[in-house]
């Protein structure tokens, strides 16, 4: 038996959920996969899968051998991609996690030319705000908003996002226009609410003018969401002021769906940061990335102050 055949058909085969499906993405035959699996059981002493004629599942002793393996399959993919000869083209899977609004606005719709770049390189991209274990659930990297508290992170800051108050205008006719951010404590006014996923409160809307005024303003709200996509959506039906970044709000601003209120108050900038974790080496496809993001996001999200890096650059 080669293990690391039989360890790529095992990951294979969980990913796909199918013995057939697995074959065909890896150009084999179905009975090789099989025969490979039961190889590999034997070899381990455990059940792997439970195979049924309509589904494969994994066990829990196959689930905790299949993150091990990813992590294998990844280092020998990198040690290989990490060679003089693969620079030129790195390649291999590489999973990353990003907040919604930032894939849906800014990089979705710039991959196509990261893939003209770097057409070997398979990226698989969680969109969410939620929290990630970056070892546990085998991510390279993440880009969250806000300060990187895990000090054992490699963190670059690769942006910033300027806020600023806006609603719809169908809102505006029935509550009337905000003067002060205060005002959107009065029971005429709502706001959209921001449900944050580390405190599981919703955020405060701070607002600052120029002269350095501070105004910390929580606002009624009759809903709140934990998704960016969300919250937009939400303030173009009408349900509330709410606080975007610019980058979120230009296009339907110039479509005349949003209008910006409060215009003399602005948000408190947040940082926008790339964080993975430390190892030996960075691999190419990760390097690769990483240089693309700070490319796109540095086109789009500027940053008003220098943009810096916590530890080693890849």
């Known amino acids: 038996m080669d293990r690391f055949d039989a360890m790529q058909a095992f990951a294979r085969v969980v990913e796909t959920g199918s013995f057939t499906r697995a074959a065909e993405t890896l150009r084999v035959n179905k009975a ?3 025969q490979q699996i039961q190889q590999l059981e034997a070899h381990l002493r455990v059940k792997l899968l439970n195979r049924t004629t309509r589904k494969v599942a994994v066990t829990a002793d196959g689930a905790a051998y299949y993150e091990r393996v990813l992590r294998i399959l990844a280092e020998l993919d990198d040690a290989e991609t990490s060679l003089s000869t693969a620079r030129a ?60 508290t895990d000090p054992s992170l490699i963190a670059r800051r690769v942006g910033e996002l300027q806020f600023h108050a806006y609603a719809a205008p169908g809102y505006l006719e029935r509550h009337g226009m905000p003067e002060h951010p205060g005002d959107l404590e009065n029971p005429e006014h709502r706001v959209v609410g921001f449900l944050s996923n580390r405190s599981g409160r919703v955020e405060p809307f701070v607002m600052h003018d120029g002269s350095g005024e501070g105004v910390t303003v929580q606002g009624r709200h009759r809903v709140s969401l934990d998704d960016g996509n969300a919250c937009l959506a939400a303030g173009l039906a009408g349900l509330g ?33 790339l964080a993975y974790p430390p190892n030996r080496y960075v691999s190419a496809k990760l390097r690769a990335f990483v240089d693309w993001v700070v490319e796109v996001v540095g086109e789009r999200l500027p940053a008003s102050t220098p943009i810096h890096v916590r530890s080693r650059e890849p």
């Open 32 to 34: 090789s996969v099989t």
């Open 89 to 148: 083209s790195p390649r291999g899977r590489l999973r990353v996690d990003v907040p919604s609004p930032l894939a849906r606005f800014v990089l979705v719709p710039a991959l196509p030319g990261f893939h003209a770049r770097h057409p070997d390189i398979q990226l698989d991209m969680g969109v969410s705000d939620r929290m990630v274990d970056l070892i546990g659930d085998s991510v390279d990297c993440v880009i969250r908003a806000g300060e990187i």
């Open 241 to 273: 002021v709410l606080r975007l970044p610019t980058y979120m709000a230009h296009e339907h601003v110039a479509r005349g769906e949003l209008v910006r209120v409060l215009e003399a108050w602005h948000g408190t900038p947040q940082p926008l940061y």
